[in-house]
C-alpha cells in the first residue's frame, strides 16, 4: 500500500513568490492533516480536514497561507506571497477519521525562501 | 508557549546498552501519549504510544513509560541497534485530536 505522497520534496523560492504543496493521502483515509516544521523543532499544526470540511484551522495564518481538499482526497496547500521564515519543511498526514492517534506522515517538502 | 519539551537535543549510546529519551509536557490535560521516529528526509513514524489510564507501555525493544505526577514520560530502548539513530519526538494530546509536539531528541547508537 502506498504512504503519503508529498510533492514536491524540494522547493526553492524568492520571497514575495507564490508556492504550493500537494499531498495525496493513503486510500481510504478521510482525515487529512498539513503539518509545518521548523529547523530543530517538532510539527506543528496548521489544518486538519475531515473530508472536504476544514475542522480546525486554528493555527493557520490565514494573511498569506489558504488550503483546500476539493474533493475530500488530495489537497493543496498555498503560501502567497512567500515570506523568508516560511522556509521550513511541510509535511502531511493522513489517518482514518476518529484514528488521530495514528496519522501517516509523508516525507514533506523542504521549502526555502531566498 | 511550548507545552512539549524535550530538553535533551541529541543523545549518544553505545550499541548493546539502554537508550532513555525523556520528555516533559506542561497540560495536565493531556490524556493520549506518542512517541514518533524520523530518520532524515523521511517523514516521522509512530514507534508506540500510552494513554493516561496507564504507567508503562512495551513493544519489543521499546518501553514508554508515564509520570503523570510529574508530568514526565519516557522511552526506553533496550538493546539499542545502530538502526536506532534517528530523532524522536514525543507528542501529546488532550481532546484526541490535535497533537502538540516536543523538539525532538537526536539518538546516535555507536556500534
Known amino acids: 500500500e502506498a504512504g503519503v505522497v508529498q510533492s514536491p520534496r524540494y522547493k526553492i523560492i524568492e520571497k514575495k513568490q507564490p508556492v504550493a504543496f500537494w499531498c495525496n493521502p493513503i486510500?481510504?483515509?478521510?482525515?487529512l492533516y498539513w503539518y509545518l516544521q521548523n529547523l530543530g523543532q517538532g510539527p506543528e499544526l496548521l489544518i486538519r480536514y475531515e473530508n472536504e470540511e476544514a475542522v480546525d484551522d486554528s493555527q493557520l495564518p490565514k494573511d498569506r497561507f489558504s488550503a483546500e481538499r476539493l474533493k475530500g482526497v488530495d489537497s493543496t496547500l498555498k503560501i502567497q506571497p512567500a515570506e523568508l521564515g516560511d522556509s521550513a519543511v511541510y509535511l502531511c498526514?493522513?489517518?482514518?477519521?476518529?484514528?488521530?492517534?495514528?496519522?501517516?506522515f509523508g516525507p514533506g517538502t523542504r521549502l526555502t525562501v531566498l | 508557549d511550548q507545552q512539549v519539551k524535550q530538553n535533551s537535543p541529541s543523545l549518544s549510546v553505545q550499541e548493546g546498552r539502554i537508550s532513555i529519551l525523556n520528555c516533559d509536557y506542561t497540560?495536565?490535560?493531556?490524556?493520549?501519549f506518542l512517541w514518533y521516529k524520523k530518520y532524515p528526509a523521511e517523514g516521522p513514524t509512530f514507534l508506540i504510544s500510552i494513554s493516561s489510564i496507564k504507567d508503562k507501555n512495551e513493544d519489543g525493544r521499546f518501553t514508554v513509560f508515564l509520570n503523570k505526577s510529574a508530568k514526565h514520560l519516557s522511552l526506553h530502548i533496550v538493546p539499542s541497534q545502530p538502526g536506532d539513530s534517528a530523532v524522536y519526538f514525543c507528542a501529546a494530546s488532550y481532546t484526541g485530536n490535535q497533537f502538540y509536539f516536543g523538539t525532538g531528541t537526536s539518538l546516535t547508537v555507536i556500534p
Open positions: 486510500s481510504g483515509h478521510n482525515t
Open positions: 498526514a493522513s489517518s482514518l477519521i476518529g484514528r488521530d492517534n495514528e496519522q501517516f
Open positions: 497540560n495536565s490535560m493531556f490524556d493520549y
